[in-house]
């Protein structure tokens, strides 16, 4: 048996941030122990380190698990604790789950009213500034299962952050390189033949360019793509675009930015419990995003477990 551990267990992403990292989390240590917070640091040496390293922070009694990085190092604890509980049974509202945001990419903060500070944040971890969020469960081709923090998708969003991805793999950094990927995805993707359910109903079925679905409202550095999400109602948005003409579509992109995506003519969009998406064509088995993160392909189940976690929220946090 374990023995379950008060400290704090901070998850380390050296690389994040555009390498940022360590000047900004050499001064948190200094002001977590100017704060009496009991903490342990794990440096990540790898990509998807973080899940191993959330697994044993778990096996090993901690409750209170912070990724030191963007939406990919939360996306990787998140996965590591809730795989870890799904094996043993243990449930996930044991836990409460932190961000410390050096990374390029923070958007699940902004979910959550957590400020972009990381003195801030760790003034909100010493107040106990807690709230739930849903565990949204992913299972896609091959059984792959993954777990998502915030907002997800296929077609342009999945292209994009596969592009920006590999970019950062060759070391490159910088807003340049998601210009780049926007720029290089709008003028090379084609769409995808796809079926949706939705709880069990077809919702849509044809030639798509995009679906995101969202456990929160932000995605890609101020887009609201699913702007009704809320990570703690126990519903799962989704947002369809269909083929239509490309001048037609481009007149809607303000639409991402001002929060009204969901009542534009050209998009679909609805809430569910569990969202079935499955290609209509081998063409169409596309690549999938998690929290910008790439996992796996098509065909896609999405659930909202009923489970939840405890997650660091501020006073605008939904």
């Not at 009991?38 to 040496?45: H, L, Q």
């Not at 903060?109 to 107040?127: M, Q, T």
């Not at 991805?165 to 796809?194: A, C, V, W």
């Not at 209509?280 to 189940?301: C, N, V, W, Y």
């Given at each position: ?57 778990a ?122 990927g ?17 709880d ?8 798509a ?44 992109i ?27 064509d ?18 896609l ?18």
């Amino acid at each position: 048996m374990y023995e379950t551990k008060t400290e704090w267990y901070f998850i380390v992403n050296p690389r994040a941030g555009s390498g940022k990292t360590m000047s900004e989390w050499v001064p948190a240590e200094r002001l977590l122990e100017q704060m009496g917070i009991p903490f342990v640091t794990a440096m990540t040496d790898h990509k998807k380190h973080a899940i191993e390293l959330a697994r044993e922070a778990a096996a090993a009694g901690y409750r209170r698990i912070a990724a030191v990085g963007g939406d990919g190092s939360l996306h990787e604890v998140l996965g590591g604790i809730c795989g870890w509980c799904a094996a043993t049974g243990v449930p996930t509202e044991e836990f409460c789950l932190a961000v410390v945001p050096i990374g390029s990419g923070n958007d699940w903060i902004k979910s959550c009213g957590v400020p972009d500070d990381v003195r801030e944040v760790i003034g909100l971890i010493a107040a106990g500034s807690f709230g739930r969020m849903d565990i949204i469960r992913t299972s896609s081709a091959g059984g792959r299962i993954s777990y998502m923090a915030n907002v997800g998708g296929i077609g342009f969003d999945s292209h994009v952050c596969d592009r920006v991805n590999r970019q950062k793999e060759r070391g490159m950094r910088g807003r340049m390189i998601y210009l780049d990927g926007l720029r290089y995805t709008m003028f090379h993707l084609s769409p995808i033949s796809i079926a949706v359910q939705a709880d069990g109903e077809e919702v849509f079925s044809g030639e798509a360019y995009s679906l995101a679905l969202g456990n929160g409202p932000w995605s890609g550095g101020g887009m609201r793509q699913v702007p009704l999400a809320a990570n703690d109602d126990g519903i799962l948005d989704y947002m369809i675009v269909p083929r239509a003409k490309l001048r037609s579509l481009v007149k809607e992109i303000p639409r991402l930015f001002t929060g009204s995506a969901h009542e534009s003519p050209l998009i679909r969009s609805g809430r569910c419990r569990a969202l079935r998406i499955a290609p209509l064509d081998e063409r169409s088995a596309d690549i999938l995003e998690f929290d910008g993160e790439i996992e796996g392909r098509l065909p896609l189940i999405v659930e909202v477990t009923g489970q939840q976690i405890q997650v660091l929220k501020g006073a605008d946090g939904r």
